[in-house]
């Protein structure tokens, strides 16, 4: 009775343990909370947030002034001197527009050196609140430099504090301050606020030039309470092609920083729902948590010593906080490990613990474990998409009942480890344990190859071969010993059967299935003290039933899940005709009236030629539309000459109506140099545009938008513009009725806009 009392309390204790993983990553925000005046203050930065997200305040939008004025006027509050860096910018996309950065400089003690605080203030165009994206990273800088005012320390270091502009358009601001500004010189460390979500735990990235080894040590004797960072996410922000302002000051002057950003319920970014209600309290001061103690440290500490050749692997786990060793260990720790295991079969062997038939048969259910959860996810979101079309308009790639799915797949594919496993259990823990330890030291090592900042999964590693090493000498091992070696596993890699279909998107519930496949493996020498799986089992896949059917019940969308829509009126001045076109895969009445019950494109498929996308999602549906009496764009040539054997293009665009966006494609000739606006574009840009791409310019004031092209005098040029403006709904010429309460404007695209295209040939 005892053994088995202790088996089930240890059973238990392990679920607890992966629940605890993901239960402390976030400080808890109390509403109640009465903090002192130089402490930070979760409820004070809400305030902020609130403010900030009022309306959507992109660049040329209404709200972007008041959005200046508000934060001018809070730092101002603080005593501080308030400069404002006005200016075009294109950066490295092709983006231009007129960026307002706002900032303000704390002097230190000695001159020289600076801690840069970045957040962005603009939202996304056109219909995003921006509260969490990045509302929120302004809200915490504006309450992290109060609370440190407040005790009025005198740094060694300066403080600048940049909350750029246009940062959701080719981080604009970032560039332009990078480029133009004298305060540049002096930044030696940049810490980055930033958001992709609305919730979750905020994740540390490092974005270095070189190696991480300084910045990882001097963040760890800064000693944030919530430290969630790990050098597997860091190698894999490497490999992927996204950009944050912070990535302007490391490419183009090679200063290094921290970026702080939160992943979680992605379906709000960049949409209506990014507003003041949904931004998770605990994820504010989770933010708050990093700022404060890095600003304490990094205000005093040798910024110019930050430096290093060296990388090191770094996890975060519950109480040790931030762990971190030299990527020099590795190798020795990974030949540990294969060393140990080699000793363990030939101890197993000698002791008859081992043998060769049971040992080669506990290698039949890793395989099948692993092939089936790995099938199963797989398929997992085609099969959703398939079942559920309107998913596909959820180009975020993560659904409102997302975390359902991960919780049914996790407890699918447990179910299935507990009823594949109970066939095998006349196998002797010990012979069932070889199998499993190798397939961990086989990730292991190809870690150790190809992807070094996953290398410390090979800690956890070492828990299990202990747990070997017991089941090779003890029939009936203490079942809290085996629990304490599972720890390790629990609590370091739980974390990631969430935070890769989160971070993104659900057609990653295959790392979902395999990451809860592999934990199962640490869990055999505990739950092969019991004989119970078959329940286990059951009830795991009774419970995997009930989040199945409750996400089913909340697949649909309501006005508190809204599905993403779009329509836009396309009037073609050339040829003087119109049509109606939406990106939707399923449509929904609100647009299906002026789009019919038609979905498919028409033949000339005008989504080939159009205004581009982030996701390079096309019009899914157009129809024809009465042509209405708009203000045509004005088009001159200024200049048109052949100079030293070159042709020189000057071409000015002139709206005649209110327009928030111009882009500007070429027919595929080569164009020696471009400029928009004086402001020229790199001969990298002009190389690798995409789909003839020139120039997209975001426009504020109804600005003219003034080409100068350089191209061979052989090749003729022909320029397509698209005009548009995201007044559809309230111009005077139509008659489109207000979006249904259960539907947002969808993300990523062009939306609620009238666009008007023309053709230029010379």
């Given amino acids: ?207 270095t030039n070189r190696g991480n080894t300084r910045l990882i040590e001097e963040f760890t004797k800064a000693n944030p309470q919530y430290p969630v960072a790990n050098s597997l996410a860091y190698s894999i922000y490497k490999m992927l092609p996204n950009d944050t302002d912070l990535t302007v000051f490391r490419e183009d002057a090679d200063i290094e920083g921290f970026n702080f950003a939160f992943i979680d319920d992605h379906f709000d970014y960049h949409t209506a729902l990014d507003t003041y209600e949904r931004l998770d309290r605990n994820t504010l001061a989770h933010q708050g948590s990093y700022l404060m103690p890095l600003l304490n440290h990094f205000s005093n500490a040798d910024l110019g010593n930050l430096k290093s050749l060296n990388d090191h692997v770094y996890f975060n786990v519950p109480f040790f906080r931030l762990v971190s060793y030299p990527f020099e260990w590795i190798w020795p720790m990974f030949g540990l490990a294969v060393v140990s295991f080699i000793v363990l079969i030939l101890i197993g062997f000698k002791k008859k613990s081992l043998q060769t038939t049971q040992l080669f048969k506990g290698f039949i259910p890793v395989l099948l474990v692993l092939l089936i959860n790995g099938g199963i996810g797989y398929i997992a979101w085609p099969t959703l998409t398939k079942l559920y079309p309107a998913f596909g308009d959820m180009l975020h790639g993560f659904t409102y009942n997302g975390h359902s799915y991960i919780w049914a797949f996790s407890l699918l594919a447990l179910g299935i480890c507990f009823l594949i496993y109970n066939r095998f259990r006349s196998i002797s823990t010990a012979n069932l344990l070889v199998a499993p330890t190798l397939v961990w030291l086989l990730i292991s090592g190809l870690v150790a190859s190809k992807l070094q900042g996953a290398s410390f999964f090979v800690v956890p590693v070492f828990g299990l071969l202990v747990a070997l090493l017991v089941h090779v000498n003890q029939e009936k091992p203490s079942p809290y010993l085996l629990l304490f070696l599972a720890l390790p596993a629990l609590l370091i890699l739980t974390p990631f059967i969430k935070m890769f279909p989160v971070g993104l998107g659900l057609k990653l519930l295959i790392a979902t299935t395999v990451f809860v496949t592999l934990i199962y493996f640490f869990l055999i020498p505990l739950l092969g003290l019991t004989n119970h799986k078959m329940r286990f089992a059951v009830i795991t896949f009774l419970v995997c039933l009930m989040f199945s059917i409750g996400a089913h019940k909340n697949a649909s969308f309501s006005k508190e899940q809204p599905k993403p829509s779009s329509l836009l009126y396309v009037y073609d001045a050339d040829a003087n005709t119109a049509k109606w076109a939406s990106y939707d895969k399923v449509l929904i009445p609100w647009n299906r009236q ?169």
């Fill in 594 to 762: 002026f789009l019919g019950e038609n979905e498919s494109l028409p033949e000339d498929n005008l989504s080939n030629n159009t205004i581009s996308s982030k996701y390079n999602t096309g019009f899914r549906a157009v129809s024809k539309a009465e042509t209405k009496a708009l203000a045509e764009p004005e088009i001159e040539v200024v200049q048109d000459t052949i100079m030293d054997g070159l042709r020189h293009l000057n071409i000015c665009f002139t709206p005649k109506r209110n327009v928030n966006r111009l882009e500007v494609f070429t027919n595929d000739i080569d164009l020696i140099k471009a400029s928009v606006n004086k402001i020229v574009l790199s001969e990298h840009y002009l190389a690798n545009r995409r789909n003839g791409k020139l120039v997209t310019h975001y426009i504020t004031d109804n600005d003219y938008t003034e080409l100068q092209l350089l191209i061979t005098p052989n090749d003729s040029l022909e320029l397509t513009f698209f005009e548009a403006s995201n007044d559809l709904l309230e111009h005077a010429l139509f008659s489109v009725p207000d979006r249904p309460e259960n539907s947002i404007p969808m993300p990523f695209v062009l939306n609620d806009a009238i666009l008007i295209t023309k053709k230029l040939k010379l």
């Fill in 1 to 207: 009775m005892p053994m088995r009392f202790s088996r089930t309390l240890c059973l238990l204790l392990a679920i607890f343990a992966a629940y605890y993983s993901f239960k402390a990553l976030m400080p808890k925000y109390d509403s109640k909370e009465t903090p002192e005046i130089g402490s930070f203050s979760t409820k004070r930065a809400l305030e902020h947030v609130k403010a900030l997200s009022l309306e959507p305040h992109a660049v040329g939008f209404k709200g972007h002034q008041r959005v200046i004025t508000y934060i001018t006027g809070e730092l101002k509050g603080l005593g501080l001197e308030v400069e404002l860096q006005d200016g075009y910018t294109a950066g490295d996309w092709g983006n231009l527009s007129r960026a307002v950065n706002i900032m303000a400089r704390i002097k230190g003690s000695q001159a020289g050196e600076a801690l840069l605080l970045l957040s962005h203030y603009d939202s996304n165009p056109h219909s995003s609140y921006g509260a969490s994206d990045a509302g929120s990273g302004v809200a915490t800088i504006l309450e992290g430099v109060r609370a440190f005012l407040a005790n009025n320390p005198k740094p060694k270091n300066d403080i600048i504090i940049l909350i750029s502009d246009a940062e959701e358009l080719g981080l604009n601001g970032a560039d332009l301050f990078v480029k133009e500004h004298p305060w540049t010189k002096d930044v030696k460390l940049v810490l980055n606020f930033e958001a992709r979500g609305s919730g979750g735990p905020s994740y540390m990235l490092i974005e």
